[in-house]
């Protein structure tokens, strides 16, 4: 019998009830007197836990080695070795232990400083981010907003727009926000029960090339009598619909065309138009030339391709945005950017961007579906939507611009109140449909969906009005009519369809 402790030869053998190992009774109570527990099974004990063995004959100590010879002496010096060494061994461990528990610590404390100082950034965001929204809108900001304004997280390569550009912008803001909210649409307005009557009333057949086929934009001019398309085939067409045929196919784009856009003015015969492609450029073209429009400037502003473009209302300026996490300001007249502005938080970049009706919000959707509200006076995020899990593929503002609609590869269709900062409304799709484009009326009654087929909502409370497949292939363009009496869907399939009464 050896004691568990010592490992030799108890004069006094006790027995632990805890653990039910041998023990010296003296060691064992200095260890009880010293840590008060078992120490192999750590359970606590006292003395009266230990039963005293009787033995007989009483044992006696053991005799020391003999160390008149050579291979004892060495036998001893091994037994000591392995023993120090045992012993180095079992510290080095615990030592281990420590430092990795120490550093633990230290990670789980820096995280929560992390997280803590996160969430008051957060937080001192969102107040300034509904006192900036709420004045945009007209209603009153909260009195616990904070006045100063919170540096965000961003590069700005120009850090200003020129003066002239903001009282432009300030202008035509004040102008359109005075009218625009209370406005009702008039009593001939196209009804939901017309809407739901609507049919296939003529379509354009193979517009762009066969070989690379496909619509990939839309857009129509102030006076609906022009359709701007861009194509996966990397050409640029304008069809007159009067005419009946394409009166200008331009060329220039070395990969696909990606947006397409009318600068929007009231009484001309050729409105500008605007391109962007995956090639990294954006096209301003010129009505005139032998084919009828020429490049007027040919901007390279992206190092990445650009995937989205928005007129601003006032029809001076536009802006471009890009898969390099940049969102670029440009005056049509003279195609130069006033700004430039990198989002150092999104490293994804941009699928989808759209001004405000107003012109002094710009809403942007990234890759990784977040919806950013930038301010573009100030070229700061004035809100932040992040309940989508895909990429943002289409947005659009309500006429009134009170809603944003979004729409993602996570087959949902969401509707943002920017009054309240909040999601109103979730729209699920099929587990298959794809959404490509979101179109609200000119009074913001309906919502055309646009993808696998394109569908109308409406707006109020989401209910399916009609549904239109006559699409061989995804749709990529939807556009309103003024009255809302017809839709023009253009897709994949190289056709553009009305439908209507």
Not at 187 to 194: D, F, G, I, M
Not at 273 to 295: E, L, T
Not at 333 to 357: C, R, W
């Amino acid at each position: 019998m050896f004691c568990a402790i010592s490992g030799e030869a108890p004069e006094h053998p006790v027995v632990s009830i805890k653990s039910g190992q041998l023990f010296e009774r003296r060691l064992i109570e200095k260890y009880i007197t010293d840590h008060g527990k078992d120490p192999i099974n750590g359970e606590e004990m006292t003395a009266d836990d230990l039963i005293e063995v009787k033995i007989n004959p009483q044992s006696v100590k053991p005799r020391p080695p003999k160390l008149s010879s050579v291979p004892s002496i060495l036998s001893s010096l091994q037994n000591e070795w392995d023993s120090v060494m045992l012993e180095s061994f079992t510290l080095k461990q615990q030592y281990q232990q420590v430092r990795q528990e120490l550093s633990h610590a230290l990670y789980q404390n820096d995280a929560a400083t992390r997280v803590i100082a996160r969430l008051k950034k957060e937080r001192d965001s969102a107040r300034e981010a509904l006192a900036n929204v709420q004045a945009h809108l007209g209603t009153a900001a909260p009195t616990s907003a904070p006045a100063a304004a919170q540096e965000e997280s961003m590069e700005v390569d120009q850090p200003a727009l020129p003066e002239q550009v903001i009282a432009k912008l300030t202008e035509t803001s004040n102008a359109l926000s005075q009218g625009r909210r209370k406005r009702k649409p008039p009593t001939e307005y196209t009804s939901a029960e017309s809407i739901q009557g609507f049919t296939e009333k003529s379509t354009i057949p193979s517009m762009h090339t066969s070989r690379t086929p496909g619509i990939t934009a839309v857009d129509v001019d102030a006076s609906g009598k022009l359709i701007l398309t861009g194509g996966a085939d990397k050409h640029v067409q304008i069809y007159d619909k009067e005419e009946g045929k394409v009166v200008a196919n331009l060329t220039g784009h070395t990969k696909k065309v990606t947006a397409v856009k009318f600068r929007g003015q009231q009484g001309v015969e050729h409105d500008m138009a605007i391109s962007a492609g995956a090639d990294k450029h954006v096209r301003v073209w010129v009505p005139g030339g032998n084919k009828g429009y020429h490049v007027g400037h040919n901007i390279n502003a992206h190092a990445a391709d650009v995937t989205s473009l928005s007129v601003h209302p006032s029809n001076d300026y536009f802006v471009s945005a890009g898969l390099d996490s940049k969102w670029a300001f440009y005056d049509f007249d003279s195609g130069k950017p006033l700004m430039e502005t990198v989002d150092q938080e999104n490293q994804s970049g941009y699928s989808a961007i759209q001004f405000h009706p107003d012109g002094m919000l710009l809403g942007a959707g990234t890759v990784d579906g977040v919806v950013r509200i930038w301010d573009v006076k100030s070229q700061s995020v004035a809100a932040n939507f992040a309940d989508h899990a895909g990429q943002i593929q289409a947005l659009a503002f309500s006429e009134n611009g009170y809603i944003l609609a979004t729409a993602s590869t996570d087959n949902l269709v969401k509707l943002w109140d920017l009054r309240k900062l909040s999601n109103t409304k979730t729209f699920t799709l099929d587990d298959d449909y794809k959404v490509h484009s979101l179109a609200f009326d000119s009074y913001g009654q309906y919502l055309a969906v646009g993808g696998s087929d394109v569908r109308v909502l409406k707006a109020k409370d989401g209910s399916a009005l009609a549904t239109y497949a006559d699409n061989s292939a995804e749709i990529t363009g939807l556009k309103w009519s003024p009255m809302a009496d017809s839709l023009l869907a253009a897709g994949m399939d190289r056709t553009v369809r009305f439908y209507g009464q």
